[in-house]
């Protein structure tokens, strides 16, 4: 299942996020109003040699930027997408193996726990770009 993030930006502002792969991702907005880049980061650096207009495919660590593209200030309605790839279900074991007397032991991380994965570090980019109110004593 993609993760979906709605947001709305106004004139040339810019929205940055950073996103863990392996991950589709697209933009679906009015591409007269927004348009979006995704860099890699290599080694905690971004990579501007291998940045790429959406949609793109990230398969490491990276940052998506979407860009205003029209001075009015206005509502521009955007949507992010990420398409997180399913990881493939290990084949049912044979009868008459420990897996098969109802004792099991959990596997790899599933699809939604790739989806997990994803969530948190665009949960965390969002937290921080709230403003905090710090309300100090004289």
Do not use: H
Not at 62 to 81: C, E, N, Q, Y
Not at 107 to 114: H, M
């Amino acid at each position: 299942m993609p993760f979906r993030l709605d947001v709305v930006s106004a004139g040339l502002s810019s929205r940055y996020y950073r996103v863990q792969g392996p991950a589709k991702l697209t933009l679906e907005t009015d591409p007269a109003r927004n348009q979006a880049f995704v860099v890699p980061v290599i080694e905690g650096k971004p990579d501007l040699q291998k940045g790429a207009a959406l949609p793109a495919r990230l398969e490491g660590e990276g940052i998506v930027i979407v860009t205003g593209r029209s001075p009015l200030k206005t509502d521009a309605p955007f949507m992010l997408v990420a398409e997180v790839p399913t990881a493939e279900a290990p084949p049912d074991p044979p009868a008459n193996t420990p897996a098969s007397s109802g004792c099991s032991v959990p596997g790899p991380l599933g699809a939604q726990g790739s989806v997990g994965l994803l969530l948190a570090p665009l949960a965390l980019a969002l937290r921080s770009r709230r403003r905090r109110c710090i309300v100090r004593d004289a």
